[in-house]
């Protein structure tokens, strides 16, 4: 079945720890997005690529990394510098740039 | 001013009823437009989207885009319980890497039995 697959679906982390997110699409999409959501609020974009090797810095990229080494494939990391890094996160692709976005099961992170 | 703004709600209508959900954007290169729903800790789903002005249906659903008055609609007819979830508006904007899709804080709907 094609789809978004984020893993895992629950994350603990320590303060102070890297933390890597996993987002692989086999829906052959170019784009590839990464948003954050808080409890009862709207999703911020973190990063987004429209290529491989490239990607742009969205709203809220400070604290987090990305790699597109591979157009499946959109790993996200939350440094140690994320001040508050707890949150869902969801990981989307679309065909092109300027069509809908499918969305991925989403990671809920908690720093403990 | 954020780029795409909704109101959060609660919207609360009755079984049956029409909701009507309301959404602007500050970009008018803004150029397609969607409604997404997304229930309690879930991943959003795409319920429509709308790139030319006027109604586009889809069952119970209607959206209204008007690019003058930088305003996209949702309406839902014969509104169900199982309709109560967040709404989120979003628009895809154009940037330096691309275009980007931006996402409004979402309306919380209540559909009462």
């Known amino acids: 079945d094609g789809g978004i697959t984020q893993s895992p679906k629950y994350l603990f982390r320590k303060e102070g720890q890297n933390v890597t997110l996993s987002c692989e699409q086999n829906l052959n999409h170019d784009a590839m997005y990464w948003y954050r959501q808080d409890p009862g609020q709207g999703l911020r974009l973190i990063y987004y690529?429209?290529?491989?090797?490239?990607?742009q810095k969205g709203d809220i990229a400070e604290g987090y990394s990305v790699s597109r080494e591979k157009k499946e494939s959109f790993p996200l990391t939350v440094t140690s510098a994320q001040k508050n890094p707890t949150a869902f996160y969801l990981c989307?692709?679309?065909?092109?740039?300027?069509?809908?976005?499918?969305f991925g099961q989403g990671t809920r992170l908690t720093v403990v | 001013q954020k780029e795409v703004e909704q109101n959060s709600g609660p919207l609360s209508v009755p079984e049956g009823a029409i909701a009507s959900l309301n959404c602007t954007y500050s970009?008018?290169?803004?150029?397609?437009f969607f409604w997404y729903r997304q229930y309690s800790g879930k991943s959003p789903e795409l319920i429509m989207f709308?790139?030319?002005?006027g109604d586009k249906e889809d069952g119970r659903f209607t959206a209204q885009l008007n690019k003058a008055s930088q305003y996209v609609s949702l309406l839902i007819r014969d509104s169900q319980p199982s309709d109560s979830a967040t709404y989120l508006c979003a628009v895809n904007l154009q940037d330096t890497g691309g275009f980007k899709t931006i996402f409004g804080a979402g309306t919380r709907l209540f559909v009462k039995a």
């Open positions: 989307a692709s679309s065909t092109s740039e300027n069509t809908e976005a499918f």
């Open positions: 970009d008018r290169g803004s150029q397609s």
């Open positions: 709308i790139y030319s002005n």
């Open positions: 690529s429209q290529i491989v090797n490239d990607f």
